[in-house]
Every structure is written in structure tokens, then in C-alpha cells.
């Protein structure tokens, strides 16, 4: 009979660790998945106020993230990537006829990057065009991965750039050059959302868009609106707010009324 109650002592406290094992897991599971939508509903659609710099000569950043790279772009090709040492242009660029030359900078946006875009410069929205991926998504790990150990040029091995869904919209200033921002969309993606359509005027700093779950955002400045660059690759920015280059002339100003013009 000892023996039996010593058993059936032994089998109590087994089950009572085990059901305190359970929960401990059940806990620590519930929490993990609290955080996953504390991230996926609170975290990621964060709208922080953001203010852009006082000087009207400042081209501010349009997305939050790392700084991929500083691509100098001339006349007549305004490739997004290097792929196998062979530039290809974007049909997007093509379809505007543009020929002028500049600078195009690409920056990624992490998992923990505001993913609210904003506009670089004022000016009218006078091109927009949504390309569909070709014929998916593609992870952007790999930029990520660069990042992280510092491996450059970041954008090595990214063919997410050239076949991804992306959204381009072009920005004619008023001095008449045309700055182009570009988002692109990752693997997991929701959507693309670009709030502005063709004859819209925009304010710098103005935000426009977002690109939901991860993404990247590239803008080609030209050479009219570019009297120094202040971005280097590798360096974090904020939308609306950081300078990612002066130009010689007010971008802040809006479009000329007909009787200014």
C-alpha cells in the first residue's frame, strides 16, 4: 500500500511539472505572437510626425532605411542595378523619353523602418506607372544580409530590383526637371499604396504612400537639382527628413501659377 501512494505521489508531481511546462510554453508562445501583432498592426504602421529642414535647397529622403547605394546615372540610361556587369534600364524610364543625367539613390527599408513615403521635392506629379512582378516577388534578404556584414556594393546579387513589383511616380519642379521616386516591393508584400495621380501638386516632405511589409525606395535626381549629394551608402535616413541632397535652386517652393509662368 506505501508502495502505491509513493507511485501515485511521483505520478502527481510529474503531471503538476508537466502542466506548469505547458503553461510556462503556452505563455511564452502567446507572448511571441502578441509581439508578431503588436509589429504587424502597431509597430509597422507607425506615422511619426516628421518636419522637413529649414533649408529650401534641401532634397529630403523618401523613405526611412539604409542607404544601398549612390549610382552616378548619364544621359540617356537610368539603369536601377548592375546585373551579370550589364546595365539595364527600366521600362517605366524609358516610357518617360527621359534623357537627362543624375544620380539615383536606393534605400532599403528594414523590418523595423517606418514604411510611410514621402515626397522629395515640391513640384506636380506629372507620370505615374505601376509595373507587376515578373512573375514574382523576390526576397530581399539579401540586401539585408550585405547590410549587415558590411559586404559592398550593397545591391550585389539584389535581382529583386529588376524583377520586383514596383510604382513609379515622376515629379516635374518647377524649374521644369523631373525627379522620379520608385517603390519596389518585397517578397511579402501586401501592397504597394501611392495616394497621388497625374497633375497633383505635391509638397516636399509631403507623404504620399507606403509599401506594406518590407520594400525598397530609389529616387533619381537630376543634375539640375544637384549641387552636392549628402548621402553615402551604408548610412541610415528618414523620410521627410534627412537631406539626401542640396540643389542649386528652392525645391521647397510649389509649381508656378499660370501668372508667374
Not at 505520478?11 to 508562445?29: C, D, F, K, P, Q
Not at 526611412?64 to 537610368?78: L, M, S
Not at 507587376?132 to 545591391?155: C, E, I, Q, W
Amino acid at each position: 500500500f506505501c508502495q502505491l501512494v509513493r507511485v501515485r505521489r511521483r505520478e502527481a508531481i510529474y503531471v503538476n511539472v508537466l502542466l506548469r511546462w505547458a503553461v510556462g510554453v503556452g505563455a511564452v508562445l502567446a507572448g511571441l505572437f502578441g509581439l508578431f501583432l503588436y509589429w504587424r498592426l502597431r509597430f509597422f504602421f507607425r506615422d511619426p510626425h516628421r518636419v522637413p529642414p529649414a533649408d529650401t535647397r534641401a532634397v529630403v529622403a523618401p523613405a526611412d532605411g539604409f542607404v544601398t547605394y549612390v549610382k552616378r546615372v548619364e544621359r540617356g540610361a537610368i539603369p536601377h542595378a548592375t546585373k551579370k556587369g550589364r546595365s539595364i534600364p527600366l521600362e517605366e524610364f524609358t516610357s518617360m523619353n527621359s534623357s537627362a543625367s543624375g544620380y539615383l539613390i536606393g534605400i532599403y527599408m528594414s523590418e523595423y523602418s517606418v514604411h510611410r513615403n514621402r515626397i522629395p521635392v515640391a513640384g506636380i506629379v506629372s507620370f505615374r506607372q505601376h509595373r507587376s512582378a515578373a512573375p514574382f516577388n523576390k526576397s530581399m534578404a539579401r540586401v539585408g544580409a550585405n547590410l549587415l556584414t558590411r559586404h559592398t556594393p550593397y545591391d550585389e546579387g539584389c535581382d529583386y530590383i529588376l524583377t520586383n513589383e514596383r510604382l513609379t511616380i515622376a515629379i516635374t519642379h518647377r524649374s521644369g526637371s523631373v525627379l522620379t521616386v520608385t517603390q519596389i516591393a518585397d517578397l511579402w508584400v501586401d501592397r504597394i499604396v501611392a495616394n497621388v495621380a497625374v497633375g497633383q501638386a505635391v509638397s516636399r516632405g509631403e507623404q504620399y504612400g507606403m509599401i506594406r511589409f518590407g520594400s525598397q525606395c530609389d529616387v533619381f535626381l537630376p543634375d539640375d537639382l544637384v549641387e552636392e549629394v549628402t548621402v553615402t551608402p551604408g548610412q541610415y535616413v528618414f523620410a521627410g527628413q534627412s537631406v539626401v541632397a542640396r540643389s542649386p535652386i528652392s525645391v521647397a517652393e510649389g509649381p508656378l501659377l499660370e501668372e508667374e509662368a
